[in-house]
């Protein structure tokens, strides 16, 4: 039964920490391995009230609102800084509960201190065998192993999903982001969002005096050379595509921070099996999607909690891991749509766009999130 379910979790992201609390709440016993002998850092996130209500339902209400700031409302404006629309949250999410903004680096802490579950860092899975009851898995580095299950929360370029759904690879979005964390100088107190000429930046409050700033722009798909070479997009090279923005999107795209930030492909994926017998995936392993709706926390969080009630009826695992992507995939399939959606609207010339989002972002939006403020 449930209770004594004995769970590997490969990756110890936000997805992969939520699911070992969540399960390890209903009394099964986890561990987590983790590839990376320190956590990637430096990044912000911005919570929708999802995302909140989720974690709030693993316990972390107070965590969250202490090391987060909360936002109340997003404002779309185009490049030259001209308010477009303004979406209040709480109007947004009735009684969802609050929006925050956090870093990364905050959350994944919260989550790890709230799991209590060991992480062993620096060692993956070298192979993955499973047998009628269970699997049998050999580390790198040595060791081994055998569980009740596999859950593969590895993130976008995972290697577990290769096992569970072969040949299902990322697929490049058509956008490059360079993201970073700064000093807030300006006292940005919303969600901000100035949007270009097939470019967009975006500046979230994270803490009382940290602002998280991610800038993206349209590039040709990597078949196409340019984009695939992510290292060629130098900090200068980056900042001429923001040429003519706003004087406060100048000065963020040259801070120190902004010359040293991460760039990555924006990329999404949707295997079509997310479930072998034994093995399971979720998060972006499982779903990865443009960052516009910023749902990827909420979506492997609410992962996480569904799993762990699924797994904790009886019955084969097979048939409940079969019911937690039966209840999972419409919602996780409705974000991802709904991205697209977006990028396809933000890259649209930027006079129509602009006067689409005067005319009517708040019914898009309303028509984005309002199924999301349903419970999982
Ligand atoms: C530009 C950008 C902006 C975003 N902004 C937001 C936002 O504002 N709000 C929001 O909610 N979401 C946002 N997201 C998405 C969000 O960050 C993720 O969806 C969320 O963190 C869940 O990630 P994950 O845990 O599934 O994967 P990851 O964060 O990738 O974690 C996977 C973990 O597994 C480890 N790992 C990988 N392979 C192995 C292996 N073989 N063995 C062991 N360990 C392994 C990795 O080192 C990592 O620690 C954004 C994403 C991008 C790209």
């Known amino acids: 039964m449930s209770s004594s379910r004995n769970v590997l979790v490969v990756g110890a992201g936000i997805a992969g920490l939520s699911v070992a609390r969540a399960l390890a709440r209903r009394g099964m016993s986890v561990e987590i391995i983790e590839r990376r002998s320190r956590p990637a850092s430096g990044m912000g996130l911005f919570l929708p009230a999802n995302a909140v209500r989720a974690l709030a339902e693993l316990g972390l209400q107070d965590r969250v609102a202490h090391l987060g700031t909360p936002v109340r409302s997003q404002q779309l404006r185009d490049s030259r800084g001209a308010t477009l629309a303004e979406i209040y949250l709480s109007a947004l999410w009735k009684d969802t509960g609050e929006c925050v903004g956090i870093t990364h680096d905050n959350l994944r802490a919260a989550l790890a201190g709230a799991a209590r579950v060991p992480v062993r860092t620096g060692t993956t899975v070298q192979s993955l065998t499973e047998y009628d009851s269970g699997v049998h898995v050999d580390f790198t580095g040595g060791g081994s192993g055998d569980y009740d299950l596999v859950v593969g929360a590895d993130g976008i370029r995972s290697q577990l999903r290769r096992t569970v759904s072969p040949g299902a690879e990322p697929r490049y979005a058509g956008q490059i ?14 969600w901000t969002v100035w949007l270009g000429r097939g470019t967009t ?25 340019e984009a695939s070479d992510v290292a060629a997009w130098s900090a200068e090279r980056f900042a001429n595509r923001f040429a003519g923005f706003h004087p406060v999107v100048a000065h963020l795209l040259e801070t120190p921070e902004a010359q040293d930030s991460y760039v990555s492909p924006i990329e999404e994926v949707s295997p079509r099996r997310w479930a072998t017998a034994h093995t399971v995936l979720v998060g972006d392993a ?29 019955g084969e ?13 419409p919602r996780t399939r409705w974000v991802q749509a709904q991205a697209r959606k977006r990028d396809r609207t933000r890259g649209m010339p930027p006079g129509v766009r602009n006067l689409l989002l005067r005319l009517g972002a708040e019914r898009m939006y309303e028509s984005a999130y309002a199924p999301l403020r349903d419970r999982p």
């Open 286 to 314: 499982a779903h990865a999607t443009s960052p516009n709706m910023a749902q990827g926390v909420a979506m492997a969080v609410e992962d996480a909690l569904v799993l762990a009630e699924c797994l904790d009826r009886p």
């Open 201 to 225: 930046f975006l500046a979230v409050p994270v803490s009382k005096d940290r602002l998280y700033c991610c800038a993206d722009l349209s590039a040709p798909s990597p078949q196409g050379g």
């Open 317 to 329: 695992t097979r048939d409940l891991l079969e019911e937690y992507r039966r209840r999972r995939l």
């Open 177 to 190: 982001c360079r993201r970073f964390l700064t000093d807030n100088h300006h006292a940005i107190d919303r």
